[in-house]
């Protein structure tokens, strides 16, 4: 405690020795009074231009079409999708027909490795924009609606054979858009397995003998 006295004591005895300091700086010598309240001034106006200079850079929006812009609109996208999808199963678990319920899980794991894919492939995001921002929210609404309308408890034979059916569907896009995002790492793939081989026939590595099949039609023979 008297420790602490002390040192408050001493900070306002310093306090009150650099106002004293300023007051007799500026009576006896009024001009490094001028010189010193010059660079206070100056100190203060570029500690003011950094700070906004941090606000400008902390809170400003990027150009729409600029890579910082693009790359928030897909991690915006993403997040979306996941919470989306999160919703799904958690409609799913409500779902009380076993077959509109295995549907739904099949659907969610599609989406889950689209999602996944898209995360490491974020230049894809664009070409399956219609995917995420309607066909997902569709689905939500048509599980919402039959699950109210199974739990209401009402009859309701030819809604659910109308919803597996469609499910079903939904299943099968879901899959193809999936394999879509592969396309162009196929088609590299099946360039660059190209180039190799005219490489290594350039070469003299290869020839088109190497690539004949066997005569008992078994593997094709290459030897380098």
């Avoid at 007051?23 to 003011?48: D, E, K, N, Y």
Wanted: aromatic residues 6%.
């Amino acid at each position: 405690m008297e420790n602490n006295k002390s040192g408050c004591l001493g900070s306002i005895l310093s306090f009150i020795g650099f106002i004293a300091g300023l007051i007799l700086l500026r009576r006896f010598f009024p001009s490094l009074w001028s010189v010193l309240l010059g660079i206070v001034g100056f100190i203060a106006v570029l500690i003011a231009a950094l700070i906004a200079l941090i606000l400008w850079l902390v809170f400003r929006k990027p150009k729409p079409g600029s890579p910082q812009a693009i790359k928030a609109e897909n991690k915006k996208i993403l997040s979306n999708s996941r919470s989306r999808l999160a919703e799904l199963r958690q409609l799913g678990m409500r779902v009380k027909n076993s077959e509109v319920r295995m549907l739904n899980t099949q659907i969610c794991g599609s989406v889950d490795k689209i999602l996944k894919t898209l995360k490491e492939k974020p230049e894809s995001i664009p070409t399956v924009r219609q995917f995420l921002n309607y066909y997902l929210p569709t689905l939500g609404s048509i599980l919402t609606k039959y699950v109210r309308v199974e739990e209401s408890g009402v009859p309701s034979g030819d809604m659910t054979q109308s919803v597996i059916i469609h499910l079903g569907e939904i299943k099968t896009a879901m899959e193809k858009q999936y394999a879509n995002l592969f396309d162009d790492d196929l088609l590299d793939l099946s360039v660059e397995i190209e180039a190799l081989t005219l490489a290594c026939k350039r070469d003299g590595l290869l020839s088109d003998d190497d690539f004949k099949p066997a005569d008992d039609g078994g593997d094709i023979n290459l030897t380098l």
